[in-house]
């Protein structure tokens, strides 16, 4: 009998961990639509959500490998912001079209998560210290890179000379609907299908939920925890790219600003449906989760600064489902 009522009692601690984040979201879409009606619910308005998620999104991807490896990666919106810049300047100042533009910029940002696994892989450096050096270290050399100012259009440079260059329609065309949903869409698409159907995907899960475990059954844990560093730093590095594309402009530590959403994405959707781990599907309904519960508190009139506090209130909530669910899952 005490069986029967510990279980019917866990029933509903149970919906909420495996559809909270999803009912959520129904719940706060449904109240903004109506309290704010004939202004949220509107083209333009659900438009914008769309594009903040979508960036968002991208950038809690690459939090969702390293998430999914056992680690943690704070560099992700010091490396936005490095390839903002980056591709801002192939654009304006040294006048390349969009495909090497793009090309560089990916390459060369990716490379630095490089950093961040050698420093956790090789030196064993606690991957939420390594990161914070690292994101320290980059957000120093974007600003370095940058002159201490935005890159914009006709920006005057050191030498005194307006600079040439300018970013090309299609390249802005990546920062507007419906074009940033469709990457966001096909960005995750991919990471659901490599955690689910490649063997790679499987072993960076088995990895971070048992690095000994992992080294026994012949996994080259080293390789895979790199792999998932190196897959990070390149969505964050693609995240950026949206992000200069839908400005038009790279402005200084704009990708700061996209690391707790990013975090707090990532960890919302560990709890949909009841996956208990980190997981691209989860990440995206988090992101959208952010994303609705920010733009409809500033349309309540909410101070922006005070937005952080409903966001952590949030995150807190999402996190005590996910870890009941998954305390409950293990008994």
């Known amino acids: 009998m005490n069986k029967l009522t510990s279980s019917a009692r866990h029933k509903p601690m149970d919906f909420f961990a495996k559809w909270g984040t999803i009912a959520t979201i129904v719940v706060m879409f449904t109240f903004f ?33 390293a998430v999914a490896a056992g680690g ?24 390349m079209n969009t ?42 050399i974007a600003i370095t890179m940058a002159g201490g100012g935005s890159i914009t259009e006709g920006v005057v440079r050191s030498n005194g000379l307006p600079a040439q260059g300018k970013m090309e329609p299609i390249f802005r065309a990546m920062g507007r609907a419906p074009t940033i949903v469709i990457i966001m869409l096909v960005v995750v698409v991919l990471a659901l299908l490599f955690f689910k159907f490649h063997k790679f995907g499987r072993y960076i899960y088995v ?31 693609l995240g950026g790219i949206l992000l200069a594309a839908r400005l038009g402009s790279a402005q200084l530590n704009a990708g700061d600003g996209y690391l707790m959403p990013s975090v707090a994405a990532t960890f919302i959707g560990l709890s949909v449906a009841g996956a208990g781990k980190a997981n691209p599907l989860g990440t995206m309904l988090g992101a959208l ?34 870890f009941i669910g998954n305390k409950d899952s293990s008994k």
């Open 207 to 237: 990895v971070g939920e048992n690095i000994g475990a992992a080294k026994l059954s012949g996994i080259n844990v080293n390789k895979f925890r790199t792999m998932a560093y190196v897959a990070s730093a390149f969505c964050a590095a």
């Open 289 to 322: 989760l952010m994303s609705i519960m920010e733009n409809g508190l500033i349309m309540e009139a909410v101070p922006y600064y005070s937005v952080n506090i409903f966001k952590g209130i949030v995150l807190a909530i999402a996190l005590t489902l996910a």
């Open 99 to 140: 495909f090497f533009a793009l090309i560089i910029t990916l390459t060369i940002s990716s490379l630095l998560g490089f950093i961040n696994a050698f420093l956790i892989v090789r030196f064993k450096i606690p991957d939420m210290l390594a990161t914070l050096a690292v994101q320290f270290m980059i957000n120093g």
């Open 72 to 95: 943690m990666d704070l560099s992700l919106g010091a490396i936005a912001g490095f390839s903002m810049n980056l591709v801002a300047m192939c654009f304006i100042w040294w006048q």
């Open 33 to 65: 639509s109506v309290h704010l009606w004939g202004m949220f619910f509107t083209q333009s308005n659900l438009l914008s959500i769309l594009r903040s998620a979508s960036i968002t999104t991208v950038i809690a991807i690459g939090m969702t490998f």
